[in-house]
């Protein structure tokens, strides 16, 4: 019988609650907070295998003893959170949303959703936020492990110890080696397979298997534990969405995992973790996992909580997973039934569940059908826009180094046109369109995401490179006709905007900077599409995020540095929102980038403040 401990059900709670603060906007304080998935991974691998190694050992390991216990810990509350989410997406969201909802509960009952996923999307790809089962790529994970890893234990356990902790170490060196190796070529699958995410479970088996045994002095153990939740908390603070995740990225946050569980109870790292709170949260923290995700996907399909209403999902996250702990979790795991009885079971609901997300599947595909205006309006939240903002060549997204800025074609003089340089983040980039319909002009571009065109700008290496570059060699050297400047500024942008003109002035003979753009509380196409299914007419103030304060204060802040202001609110928003382009498609395609239509429509407006006499 494996001994109970209470110290990693703290672990689960701290696990739960990284994912919970990254998902459910928080993720500006704990960045890397989906390593929690990983200590989640730590955890199962360890405490699977030493359940493995005591039954082999005393003879009496049954696969099918294995799986009627997998059976009854997944199944039923998994089950009840599919139930839930094909009946809410069905009824609240568009038809091509239900569909991949259907789509996803399908691949994702049968646990092949990490694979879904890998081939249709990336976990941190925006078009994620709405999809309610995403996080359920991780239970894919573990069950196609445990498909596999028992038969491997039993097999090398008729050997002796030694070969079970040759066989998992192997293993552990095989994954991990994919791993590294995967993550620079394709880091999507190296996120999402468990071929190369197997190691992470593997660590947890190495240090169950009974070669490996913690030391007999407490304060080694007390070292070991603390160097451990040092790493744990340094990666959740230091990593990121842009790492080279996981990988060798993904070894501090499971090492520590394993140094806490390894040094064992009576260190004080694992006292802190025996407290009450947190074996408490540790309890529930299967159901918490199940239900924080669809609880705030759904929640934030009309606009995103922020000020501080995160709490309101989070709370009620809490609230929805104790019920589902208590009334489905742990009836279910206590009933007794024949092992044959409790996998025939478990495999008849996910054939249920299969079978009616297919049915949903047709359904859905049936209103699309019906809906053919509303679901072309859609179909622009999934905008591609990385022609028209020449991503990776002139434009730097979050995957691109600086070596991948193209010099020799973004910051090319011409003798005969106009020069218009445009610096600036993604905000920036989306004018590319626009400005480069201009007649008789030559635009240059230097754009990277996340990156502010001012003096003293923080951010990311490529983007403190670029704009060192321009600013500092580029633009002292070669005097460009008009200089713009845009950005998604923020508060602390506005002390800075003024110190940077100044600087500029001498290097154009003009500066235009362009303000704050309309932005919205959710994607603007989603939001024209539930607008038209829903037969509505759309008020673009319902739903516009508090920004145009940020554009009035750059305003004044430019005034007497004869740079050139331009409101890009009040352009677009004067008085009410333009929405749509002259084909009738969305003028933007997220929460606040122009496609390459809106962005001609916006600087054919204001094209007269961007010229000047040569």
């Known amino acids: 019988m494996i001994t109970h401990r209470q110290d990693i059900d703290g672990l689960r709670a701290v696990a739960v609650i990284f994912v919970i603060l990254y998902h459910c906007g928080f993720d500006r304080i704990l960045p890397g907070g989906f390593i929690g998935v990983d200590i989640f991974f730590v955890i199962s691998g360890f405490l699977i295998t030493k359940i493995i190694l005591a039954e082999a050992s005393d003879g009496r390991f049954s696969i099918g003893n294995f799986y009627s216990r997998r ?85 090398a356990s008729r050997y002796g110890r030694r070969a079970t902790g040759i066989a998992i170490a192997g293993l552990f060196a095989a994954s991990i080696i994919a791993s590294i190796i995967a993550v620079p070529i394709n880091r999507s699958a190296a996120f999402y397979l468990v071929q190369y995410r197997a190691w992470e479970l593997l660590v947890g088996s190495l240090i169950a298997a009974p070669a490996l045994t913690k ?7 007390n070292a070991l534990s603390a160097i451990g939740a040092l790493a744990i908390g340094f990666s959740a603070l230091l990593l990121s969405k842009t790492s080279e995740f996981p990988g060798l990225m993904a070894l501090p946050a499971t090492a ?41 996907v759904f929640s934030n399909q009309y606009g995103a909580w922020e000020h501080g209403w995160q709490l309101v999902p989070v709370a009620l996250s809490f609230v929805v997973a104790y019920f589902s702990w208590r009334f489905i979790e742990t009836p279910f795991r206590t009933m007794r039934y024949r092992p044959l009885v409790s996998v025939a079971a478990g495999a008849a609901s996910i054939a249920s569940v299969a079978m009616l997300a297919f049915v949903g599947q047709l359904a859905a595909d049936q209103m699309k059908d019906d809906n053919k205006l509303v679901e072309r309006v859609a179909e622009f939240a999934d905008y591609d826009p990385s022609k028209a903002f020449r991503s990776g060549k002139c434009f730097l ?19 005969n046109q106009q020069n218009i340089a445009l610096i600036g983040d993604s905000h920036a980039a989306h004018l590319y369109p626009g400005l480069k319909t201009l007649p008789g002009t030559n635009v240059l571009q230097a754009n990277a995401s996340g990156c502010r065109p001012t003096l003293e700008a923080e951010g990311e290496e490529r983007c403190l490179e670029l704009m ?71 008020h673009a103030a319902d739903h516009l995020a508090p920004r145009q304060r940020i554009g009035v204060e750059i305003h004044d802040a430019l005034a007497g540095s004869g740079a050139m202001y331009i409101s890009t609110y009040k352009t677009m928003c004067n008085p009410d929102c333009i929405v749509w382009t002259k084909s009738g498609d969305p003028v933007q395609f997220d929460y606040g980038h122009f496609t390459a239509d809106g962005s001609r429509l916006l600087i054919s407006k204001v094209k007269q403040d961007l010229t000047v006499q040569r």
């Open 397 to 415: 997204t979050s995957n691109d180094g600086i070596e991948k800025y193209d010099r020799d074609t973004c910051l090319v003089l011409s003798n």
């Open 256 to 296: 520590g995992t394993a140094l806490i569980i390894w040094a064992g109870p009576g260190t004080l790292v694992s006292r802190l973790l025996s407290l009450r709170v947190a074996t408490s949260i540790g309890l529930i923290s299967y159901s918490l996992y199940l239900w924080h995700w669809p609880i705030w």
């Open 468 to 538: 060192n570059y321009v600013f500092k060699e580029f633009l002292p050297s070669h005097k460009v006709d008009v200089l713009v400047l845009a950005g998604r500024w923020t508060e602390d942008d506005v002390k800075l905007i003024r110190k940077t003109v100044d600087y500029l002035s001498p290097f154009a003979k003009k500066i235009v900077v362009f303000g704050p753009v309309a932005e919205y509380k959710s994607s603007l196409p989603r939001l024209l599409a539930h607008s038209l299914y829903e037969k509505q007419p759309f």
């Open 71 to 155: 059976a009854k810990r997944i199944l039923p509350a998994v089950i009840a959170m599919y139930a839930v989410v094909m009946a809410v997406s069905y009824f609240t969201m568009l038809p091509d949303e239900s569909l991949r909802v259907f789509k996803s509960v399908t691949s994702s009952a049968l646990f092949a959703s990490n694979a879904y996923f890998y081939l249709t999307t990336g976990y941190f790809d925006d078009s994620a936020e709405f999809n309610p089962v995403l996080h359920t790529w991780s239970l894919s994970v573990e069950e196609q492990f445990y498909v596999i890893f028992p038969l491997i234990v039993m097999a």
């Open 215 to 221: 030391f007999a002095d407490m304060r080694i153990n």
